[in-house]
């Protein structure tokens, strides 16, 4: 009997010693909205089967939690259906009752938007600029042209931030181009839109602007900006106009311009800009 005894005692004791079951991952990837997820959160130790719950908060909306067939592990995939940062806790249950549980993070972003709808037109051989933004999803961007050309003399440079997709250039020949601008997010996810930028061989019209002259003092002149979408401006005037009025002749037909003036004093300081005028090119 005292063999038995013994060995029963040493069976006792290694039970005890076993280990606590305990949850590994520390950490779940990010996610985009539409963009299948798919992530696993593991345990190990203690004895198996394990029982998985979410002890709080939640998962992302289109997502679902799902326990292996080994009880091992709890699987969270689906495609997520809204932008959010959802915060939530795991628990995990051994089949001794031990309990390990971690919180959880998983931000999933809104899918990468073109929002630029047109781009303005041109003529030949003047100051050619516009750019195209882009919003949501995850950044780096990459920006390319998926199809067609842009016009001759017309280049796409991709901005510091990687947020918008900027064409600059001097346009050298009439044509009317259509091309297709790509942006991807650093989340695999894609947006694209078609444009259509005609360049005429001269301008047909001109734009006669004039504002009030500045109250300040020591006045040396005043800038003229324009931009075809409120947001991308650019100094139309070479150099600082001395009256209060100016002729813009490098407008495009069918196209949108934005205008604000600044006052320079003599010592280069420039003033805010004036109220926004739209003027729209028949």
């Not at 985009?32 to 798919?38: I, K, Q, W």
Request: glycine residues 8%; positive net charge; contains cysteine.
């Amino acid at each position: 009997m005292k063999p038995w005894r013994l060995s029963l005692l040493l069976v006792l004791l290694a039970s005890r010693c076993a280990a606590s079951v305990a949850i590994t991952t520390t950490s779940l990837p990010n996610g985009s909205v539409g963009t299948a997820y798919s992530a696993a959160i593991h345990a190990s130790g203690g004895c198996t089967p394990y029982k998985w719950e979410i002890a709080s908060g939640a998962l992302p909306a289109g997502v679902t939690a799902k326990v292996s067939s080994t009880t091992a592990s709890l699987k969270v995939r689906g495609t997520p259906s809204a932008a959010a940062t959802d915060s939530f806790a795991v628990k995990v249950t051994g089949c001794g009752g031990d309990v390990s549980q971690v919180s959880y993070k998983i931000i999933v972003h809104s899918t990468v938007a073109i929002s630029t709808t047109s781009l303005p037109n041109g003529t030949i051989e003047t100051a050619y600029s516009a750019a195209i933004q882009a919003s949501g999803g995850c950044t780096p961007y990459k920006w390319e042209i998926a199809s067609g050309a842009l016009p001759a003399g017309v280049t796409a440079k991709v901005s510091s931030t990687t947020t918008s997709l900027k064409l600059s250039g001097r346009p050298s020949a009439a044509a009317a181009d259509s091309f297709v601008v790509k942006v991807t997010g650093c989340g695999g996810h894609v947006s694209q839109v078609s444009y259509k930028i005609v360049i005429q061989a001269s301008a047909n019209h001109v734009v006669d602007l004039s504002w009030n002259a500045s109250t300040s003092g020591h006045i040396a002149g005043y800038n003229v900006y324009r931009c075809p979408d409120g947001v991308t401006w650019k100094k139309i005037n070479s150099s600082l106009i001395g009256l209060t009025v100016y002729i813009d002749s490098t407008v495009a037909n069918s196209t949108t311009y934005y205008y604000s003036a600044t006052a320079v004093d003599i010592h280069g300081n420039e003033s805010s800009g004036s109220a926004v005028v739209k003027v729209v090119i028949p």
